[in-house]
């Protein structure tokens, strides 16, 4: 039986380097007298981490590599022990990647009924930065799952039905990811759409107010220019007739406008 003493002396340096990184990606590697088997997970505590976690799997047992003691510990079983390891793990971020649905459709049920708040797009942000990070480990990790199927298939002692199932577990967080991906990037688009919308009403509201008092800015402009024979400059009711020309050319152009955005709500419809 190998003792832990003898598993260390037997793996190659570079390998412990592999094994002491905590963010290596997912990798199976196969070796003379031994395999490596590192597994890279989203860890969900307090915030999303990522976190590898690595084995050694000999021919007669498996063995976690303690990243904080910095040495191996047996996990017996030459392919039982890494499963109940994975297994837990996959399970978590399973039910973790299964409650984003509903955090979408929170989202999207707020930006139909027009009440998304300011922070609509931090919280945009925070679930894609999260979720594009899991379908983009996954990917890495069930494609090394499915390696490892491959390869001890043959072997009568290999519990294939359970490393299947780690595998479409990993396969199955990879899907889920993709689908809640494109429905983020179809609210974004809505939410874009919207707010796009408001801003052209803002526009055209704006411009109509500008064409309404153009005219009367060009007829304080003219009355305030420095010079002689301007009309009503030496009439007493002077003020009152600069005023009713004002008031004339705000109904003028007001009626204009009106007429004009009557026949454009007609045209589109």
């Known amino acids: 039986m190998t003792s832990s003493y003898d598993i260390t002396s037997l793996i190659n340096d570079l390998h412990h380097e592999d094994l002491r990184n905590e963010s290596h990606p997912s990798l199976f590697d196969v070796n003379p007298g031994y395999d490596m088997l590192i597994i890279r997970l989203p860890i969900f505590d307090e915030s999303l981490r990522i976190e590898s976690v690595g084995f050694i799997i000999t021919e007669e047992r498996s063995y ?15 392919f039982d022990g890494p499963y109940r390891t994975i297994d837990p793990l996959l399970d978590k971020l399973l039910r973790t990647v299964s409650a984003y649905p509903d955090q979408i459709a929170d989202m999207e049920e707020l930006l139909y009924a027009d009440r998304a708040g300011s922070d609509f797009m931090t919280d945009w942000l925070g679930l894609k930065r999260d979720i594009l990070r899991i379908e983009r480990i996954m990917i890495r990790t069930a494609e090394t799952l499915k390696e490892v199927v491959e390869y001890y298939e043959p072997l009568t002692a290999f519990p294939v039905d359970n490393y299947a199932d780690l595998h479409e577990h990993a396969d199955r967080i990879v899907r889920s990811a993709t ?8 609210i974004n688009n809505f939410h874009s759409a919207r707010t796009n919308e408001k801003m052209n009403r803002m526009i055209y509201l704006l411009t109509i107010i500008s064409a309404i008092f153009l005219p009367l800015n060009l007829v304080v402009g003219f009355f305030g220019m420095n010079t002689g024979g301007l009309p009503f400059s030496h009439d007493d009711n002077g003020t009152i007739g600069a ?4 008031l004339t050319l705000f109904v003028i152009t007001s009626g204009i406008l009106y007429v004009w955005h009557d026949k454009r709500v007609k045209t589109t419809e």
Do not use: I, P
């Open 64 to 78: 976690l590599y303690d990243k904080s003691a910095g040495k191996f510990k047996s996990l017996g079983d030459r």
């Open 243 to 246: 005023v009713a020309l004002m």
């Open 179 to 186: 689908l809640q991906l494109s429905k983020l990037d179809y």
